[in-house]
């Protein structure tokens, strides 16, 4: 975990380390949670939905 972190927060944007790190926790906890939730549901368009927005609100932040 520690090492993944590390990783995404070498590439992440941010004006220095500790930005980095907070952007790349941040995204994971993210991609973690909504795989989580689209799992969760049974509807699949929902699912899906959920998991295009979380796609679409990480590209976001990348554009800032």
Do not use: K, Y
Request: aromatic share 4%; hydrophobic share 45%; no cysteine.
């Amino acid at each position: 975990l520690r090492e993944q972190l590390q990783r995404m927060g070498e590439t992440a944007p941010g004006a220095d380390a500790a930005a980095r790190r907070r952007e790349a926790i941040g995204r994971w906890s993210a991609m973690v949670g909504a795989l989580t939730l689209a799992r969760l549901s049974d509807d699949a368009a929902l699912a899906e939905e959920i998991l295009e927005q979380a796609r679409s609100w990480i590209g976001e932040r990348d554009a800032q």
